[in-house]
């Protein structure tokens, strides 16, 4: 089954589906996203490495999970999606956090181009990796995460460093 990707426009106006292997490229239409950064009691944060086979960002460190919606699918039953298919994890409490973060960025020729609500989840579950979308995950406690991103941002996605920033920033986390 081949995945889609929802275009938009800059109003945030449904104009299309494209499949999403095709609409990742050099010219990276507008379309719909999610993030998710989980936390557990301890309050540490799930960083994840993106499987070393993808597409887009390979190997690259990242947050929780990241996705894109489907048709008429709201961002937290993405979310919710993702980490089951992602991670294995099916009890996750989930809340909105920046609905209208969008960004642009590039690697390897390759840009992404999205509309990309960010959201929290909090759980107990140990996640069970899929191999197709995860190389790997580590627990990290939030205030060395900030620590971290300001030393070496470069070690990771600069959408999860640009999300971190402004979950601080609006007090979010």
């Not at 449904?14 to 009691?41: Q, W």
Request: a positive charge; hydrophobic letters at 40%.
């Amino acid at each position: 089954m081949k995945d889609y990707v929802v275009l938009v426009n800059e109003k945030k106006e449904i104009i299309g589906t494209m499949e999403k292997l095709k609409a990742h490229s050099d010219k990276t239409p507008l379309h719909l996203a999610f993030s998710v950064f989980l936390f557990n009691n301890k309050k540490e944060f799930l960083l994840q490495q993106r499987a070393l086979h993808k597409k887009t960002w390979p190997g690259v460190w990242t947050n929780s999970v990241c996705g894109h919606l489907r048709l008429k699918e709201t961002p937290l039953a993405a979310a919710k999606r993702r980490l089951k298919y992602e991670l294995g994890l099916t009890k996750v409490k989930i809340k909105m956090a920046l609905p209208d973060y969008r960004y642009k960025a590039e690697k390897d020729g390759i840009v992404e181009n999205e509309i990309c609500p960010v959201l929290i989840g909090y759980s107990d579950e140990t996640p069970k990796i899929n191999k197709d979308e995860v190389e790997a995950i580590r627990w990290i406690p939030w205030k060395e995460w900030l620590k971290e991103i300001k030393k070496n941002p470069k070690n990771y996605s600069p959408w999860c460093v640009e999300e971190t920033l402004l979950l601080v920033k609006n007090k979010k986390l």
